[in-house]
């Protein structure tokens, strides 16, 4: 296992609470350190005559004293570090990607607004780290139209045959096989197939759905044939599905471990680092905690798709 730690921020909030135990459970499956970081936002200024605040040290940080209290009794729990920064949360939270294998966080933290699905933080990490984020939402999130499944362990990942991602792929893998949970695959394709005759005159597809949706299939099995076979123990079976990618995604995430889907390639004329949004509406809507994994560096891809 890999020795880079599995990091979880905090602050005090319920939702940070949850990530944490999330955090703690992954740290101790991959037999990894486990690193729990309060980033303290602190006015650099403060009105004529009020009181000046001072960053606590780390050993008073009271956020950090509740995270050990919470974890002092935890069975199994591997070595923890407990840190404090002072800074922007947006900033530094991605920074400490850099040298994790996780980062875990909460959908929302105490600042911004009760109705927000996703906080600023979130959205800032997951776009941004350079490890795969997990951002584990609040509890009691309505899944409609959820497709009945077998019981048991189960892990959702999404698959673009139009552009696959070894990197999402291979982490889909390595958590099911973490967790023993089967894998779940989710590849969509677009239907109806719009063809335009003329302003206002759609003509009828020129293929037939279940050609498409066969074809679609085949392509998918290709690309997790070399994952199988690194994964022999894992069973990955799933369906294409037609039409919106994140609408199946965010169905199947109702009693699932977690749902997998990649961020979003950086292109030629866009290089920056942005949310596709497939993973916006997963991250916005899923029942499960949900991972979002970087593309790997061209030098290392052996697809050279684009995600979508």
């Not at 991959?30 to 980033?39: E, G, K």
């Not at 089967?182 to 197939?193: C, D, E, G, N």
């Not at 206002?200 to 066969?214: H, K, M, R, T, Y």
């Amino acid at each position: 296992m890999s020795t880079q730690p599995v990091v979880v921020g905090v602050d005090g909030s319920e939702d940070s609470l949850r990530a944490l135990d999330w955090a703690a459970d992954a740290a101790r499956r991959r037999a990894a350190p486990l690193r729990a970081v309060h980033v303290r936002q602190y006015a650099a200024w403060t009105q004529p005559g009020g009181p000046i605040v001072v960053p606590p040290e780390p050993d008073e940080d009271p956020v950090l004293a509740d995270v050990r209290a919470r974890l002092a009794d935890r069975a199994g729990l591997p070595e923890t570090e407990y840190v404090g920064l002072d800074g922007a949360p947006g900033v530094l939270l991605p920074e400490l990607g850099a040298d994790a294998q996780l980062l875990v966080l909460g959908s929302r933290g105490r600042g911004g607004f009760a109705s927000l699905l996703l906080g600023s933080n979130g959205l800032a990490a997951a776009r941004d780290a350079e490890c795969p984020v997990v951002v584990v939402p609040r509890p009691g999130r309505e899944v409609h139209e959820a497709l009945p499944v077998e019981p048991g362990p189960r892990v959702v990942v999404g698959l673009n045959v139009e552009g696959p991602d070894d990197a999402v792929l291979g982490f889909a893998f390595a958590e099911a096989a973490l967790r023993d949970a089967r894998l779940q695959v989710v590849a969509a394709y677009p239907w109806p197939i719009q063809t335009w005759a003329a302003p206002g005159e759609i003509l009828p597809p020129a293929v037939d759905q279940a050609a498409v949706e066969s074809e679609t299939w085949i392509l998918a099995e290709g690309f997790l044939a070399p994952h199988r076979e690194r994964h022999p123990d894992v069973r990955a079976d799933g369906y294409a599905a037609p039409g919106d990618a994140a609408g199946h995604l965010v169905a199947a995430s109702k009693d699932a471990e977690l749902v997998v889907v990649g961020r979003h390639r950086r292109r030629l004329l866009a290089p920056a680092r942005m949310l596709g949004s497939v993973t916006q509406a997963v991250l916005l809507h899923a029942a499960a905690p949900v991972a979002v994994v970087p593309d790997l560096p061209p030098e290392e891809r052996t697809d050279g798709g684009s995600d979508g």
